[in-house]
């Protein structure tokens, strides 16, 4: 089902959404976890660039990253409707996630607020609720992605390898999604625990090697003839890239 319009919803064309966030590798992951809807996605590193898109292409939605600038593109958003007409909606992001920062963020307009590290699952099932919030009906949404012989069950937390089902650990899935989202591209340890843990966070060693090799267990994937997650040695690792294709069913 295609999101149809009412005012000035998205109509038969994905809905267009733009993302403002400094970091590489949660931008990626935001863009292949709204694989699951359909949405087109612009994104931006920096406030001009943001201001650009938001002018020239008038985003449906928009999720910004309230440490690099976001409050000032939530400033120019008010006139900002897709059409013209319902000003569009702010899914805000931030690292900060104490009481304060989250009302303060309320107080400036956004309509909700994440913190991160957040979980794929949980963006999308708030993407999907202001989309229903502001437009008045349902965006599409597919449960299952196909990233060549992976499909990655989002609702259910679930990948499937070859059609046999593989319950993953919230965790395991962000882990996942982060490595696919990146695919090709070497994700270096720190990366990884800067994502997924968040900066303050103090661990052993090992902790990202420990969920990894979990995780190629249950993928059976081996390390040394891979066909989901490569190691770099040395540096970190790589998802070998596929292409992600568009579930026709659930």
Not at 132 to 155: C, K
């Amino acid at each position: 089902m295609t999101m149809r319009a009412q005012d000035t919803g998205p109509s038969d064309t994905p809905a267009r959404v733009l993302i403002l966030v400094g970091q590489r590798l949660v931008c990626e992951t935001i863009k292949l976890t709204l694989n699951h809807g359909v949405y087109d996605t612009r994104d931006a590193d920096e406030v001009v660039e943001a201001t650009s898109i938001l002018n020239e292409w008038r985003p449906h939605l928009a999720i910004l990253d309230m440490d690099i600038g976001g409050d000032a593109i939530l400033r120019q958003i008010g006139g900002h409707g897709p059409t013209g007409g319902t000003r569009t909606p702010v899914l805000a992001l931030t690292r900060r996630g104490d009481l304060r920062t989250k009302l303060a963020a309320f107080e400036r307009g956004v309509d909700d607020v994440m913190t991160v590290p957040f979980s794929p699952e949980e963006l999308l099932a708030r993407v999907l609720a202001i989309t229903r919030r502001t437009y008045g009906l349902d965006a599409p949404f597919n449960p299952r992605l196909r990233l060549g012989d992976l499909e990655l069950d989002i609702l259910h937390r679930r990948v499937y390898v070859g059609g046999h089902e593989i319950p993953l650990t919230g965790l395991e899935q962000s882990l996942l999604y982060l490595l696919a989202a990146n695919a090709g591209q070497v994700v270096t340890r720190d990366e990884i625990l800067d994502t997924l843990w968040g900066t303050d966070f103090v661990s052993e060693s090992n902790v990202v090697d420990r969920h990894v090799r979990s995780l190629r267990a249950k993928l059976q994937d081996d390390w040394r003839a891979p066909r989901f997650i490569a190691t770099v040695p040395g540096k970190g690792y790589r998802f070998v890239p596929t292409l992600p294709e568009r579930a026709t069913g659930t």
